[in-house]
């Protein structure tokens, strides 16, 4: 029945106030469906940019307990280590501790990466000449040599092989391993091994 106002009522309930109070739930419901799609990133933003124009990996035996760890300075005297992980163009991936921590519990069963490897990319060209060195950080034997392959692979456009050897590493010493020089293109032009300390102490 309509009032003298114009409006229709039904016993105590007031038809256009629910109307207006279900257009408000609705527009709050809107509002915040549209905010949390603008947080929420994309699968886009969320995709990262794996490319690398060299990598350099060292690798010593599987399940030994040695710390050996990586070094590379770049031609502008940066360097990346254990310590300083990210320097210009170049990133340490992994700092492998030898047996330490290998082993992870997962819903009640225990996972072990035997593995022991270090890695560290260039993600891009930079001129001159590049220092890699390797470090026995921890030594279990004084008297034990580890023997500790180094390869640097030059991946685009295919991948090529730049050096490659196996050190035998004794005693918490550090070996330069090979220097190897790039030009503008990206091009291997001079490779030598002559000594630089790069370990901090």
């Known amino acids: 029945m309509r009032s003298s106002d114009g409006f229709f009522y039904e016993g105590e309930v007031f038809y256009p106030f629910q109307d207006m109070l279900f257009n408000?739930?609705?527009?709050?419901?809107?509002?915040?469906?549209?905010a949390f799609m603008l947080i929420n990133p994309s699968e886009e933003a969320e995709k990262t940019d794996p490319k690398a124009e060299f990598?350099?990996?060292?690798?010593?035996?599987?399940?030994?307990?040695?710390?050996?760890?990586?070094?590379?300075?770049?031609?502008?005297?940066?360097?990346?280590?254990?310590?300083?992980?990210?320097?210009?163009?170049m990133h340490l991936d992994r700092d492998d501790r030898g047996t330490f921590r290998d082993k992870v519990t997962v819903a009640g069963a225990t996972i072990e990466n035997p593995i022991n490897q270090e890695t560290v990319t260039l993600r891009g060209i930079m001129p001159g000449q590049y220092i890699v060195n390797i470090h026995q950080y921890l030594a279990t034997s004084r008297d034990e040599q580890v023997p500790v392959s180094v390869k640097v692979e030059k991946l685009n456009p295919t991948v090529s092989l730049v050096w490659y050897e196996t050190f035998l590493i004794r005693g918490r010493t550090e070996e330069t391993i090979v220097r190897f020089t790039l030009d503008e293109k990206g091009e291997v032009t001079a490779l030598s091994d002559e000594f630089k300390r790069l370990v901090r102490r």
């Open 55 to 89: 990598l350099i990996t060292a690798v010593w035996p599987d399940n030994h307990p040695d710390d050996i760890d990586l070094y590379v300075q770049d031609p502008m005297g940066g360097t990346v280590w254990y310590h300083q992980r990210d320097s210009g163009l």
């Open 24 to 34: 408000a739930l609705l527009s709050f419901t809107f509002m915040f469906l549209v």
